[in-house]
């Protein structure tokens, strides 16, 4: 399976011309996904070395 | 203030501090929540508390530049030894006021605000106000679209930020910053054990 995703929003004029209207609101996903990864990547592996010098 | 308690964060500081989160919540929400599916009437919400982020900014860099010793904000070779401490995994020195990680999110919190006060401006021309009218021709379609891709991604950035930044504010080794936050004061225990005195203290 293939999952593409759009990284601008465009429409289309009155004489067909394309024009830039923004980034794509999935970004929001994207972005909001990529932070809470860090996250619970940093807490894994904080609480690892916590527990390694501990023991 | 007690003697065993140094002042960090000064009450206009913090002020500053919620005002600005107050807005950049404010900002998201409005700003994101129609994208996704919440209907509501979000423009008035929106540009005000732009404004409002605007009006903040601007004070702070006013009392920054000229109240503040905006050094303890900048890059030292320090830093340096910071970074090859992380990656060999030696204890990293001790910072000054602030850490590393807390300049480089206050410097990428500039530049995206900069980015989204500047663009935001521009785009009041899309609008109609109570001291302006609206003049969708100010700009050239294309020109336009980059305003808004760059405000887009602003926002977009600051929701990566702001996330990171609740996340470390409330990790346990780090809530004494968020009580400083609050109440302007960390120990001197806190002090020793996480700046070095020789580069920030009450005294320097």
Same mark, same amino acid.
């Given at each position: 399976?293939?999952?593409?995703m759009e990284?601008?929003?465009?429409?289309?004029?009155a004489?067909?011309?394309?024009t830039?209207?923004?980034?794509?609101?999935?970004?929001?996903?994207?972005f909001?996904g990529?932070a809470?990864?860090?996250?619970?990547i940093h807490?894994?592996?904080?609480?690892?070395k916590s527990?390694?010098?501990k023991s | 203030?007690s003697?065993?308690?140094?002042?960090?964060?000064?009450a206009?500081?913090?002020a500053?501090?919620?005002?600005?989160a107050t807005s950049m919540?404010a900002?998201?929400?409005?700003?994101?929540?129609p994208?996704?599916?919440?209907?509501f009437?979000?423009?008035?919400?929106h540009?005000?508390?732009?404004l409002l982020l605007t009006?903040?900014v601007?004070?702070?860099?006013v009392?920054?530049l000229?109240?503040q010793?905006?050094k303890s904000?900048?890059f030292?070779?320090?830093?340096?030894?910071?970074?090859?401490?992380l990656i060999?995994?030696h204890?990293?020195?001790?910072?000054?006021k !602030?850490s590393?990680?807390q300049r480089?999110m206050?410097?990428?919190?500039?530049?995206f605000?900069?980015?989204?006060?500047v663009?935001?401006?521009?785009?009041?021309?899309?609008?109609?106000?109570?001291?302006w009218?609206r003049d969708p021709y100010?700009?050239?379609?294309?020109?336009?679209?980059?305003? !808004?891709v760059?405000h887009?991604?602003?926002?977009?950035?600051?929701?990566?930020?702001i996330?990171?930044?609740? !996340?470390?504010?409330i990790?346990p080794?780090k809530?004494?910053y968020?009580?400083?936050?609050v109440?302007?004061?960390?120990?001197?225990d806190?002090?020793?054990a996480?700046?070095d005195?020789?580069?920030?203290?009450?005294?320097?």
């Amino acid at each position: 399976m293939v999952l593409t995703m759009e990284l601008f929003r465009y429409s289309r004029n009155a004489w067909g011309q394309t024009t830039l209207e923004g980034v794509s609101f999935e970004l929001f996903w994207v972005f909001l996904g990529a932070a809470l990864a860090v996250v619970a990547i940093h807490a894994v592996v904080t609480a690892l070395k916590s527990r390694k010098a501990k023991s | 203030m007690s003697t065993d308690r140094i002042e960090r964060h000064a009450a206009v500081d913090r002020a500053f501090h919620w005002v600005m989160a107050t807005s950049m919540f404010a900002l998201l929400i409005t700003g994101f929540a129609p994208k996704l599916g919440l209907e509501f009437d979000w423009i008035l919400i929106h540009w005000v508390a732009g404004l409002l982020l605007t009006f903040i900014v601007l004070a702070h860099i006013v009392r920054a530049l000229f109240w503040q010793g905006f050094k303890s904000m900048w890059f030292s070779a320090r830093d340096l030894d910071t970074v090859t401490a992380l990656i060999s995994q030696h204890p990293e020195p001790k910072p000054g006021k !602030y850490s590393l990680a807390q300049r480089l999110m206050h410097h990428a919190v500039t530049v995206f605000s900069l980015a989204a006060i500047v663009t935001g401006i521009v785009m009041l021309a899309k609008i109609d106000g109570p001291f302006w009218t609206r003049d969708p021709y100010l700009l050239s379609a294309e020109t336009w679209g980059l305003f !808004y891709v760059i405000h887009g991604l602003a926002g977009l950035v600051f929701v990566s930020l702001i996330v990171l930044h609740v !996340y470390f504010a409330i990790r346990p080794e780090k809530l004494f910053y968020l009580r400083s936050m609050v109440f302007g004061w960390i120990t001197r225990d806190e002090l020793a054990a996480n700046h070095d005195p020789a580069l920030w203290s009450d005294k320097s």
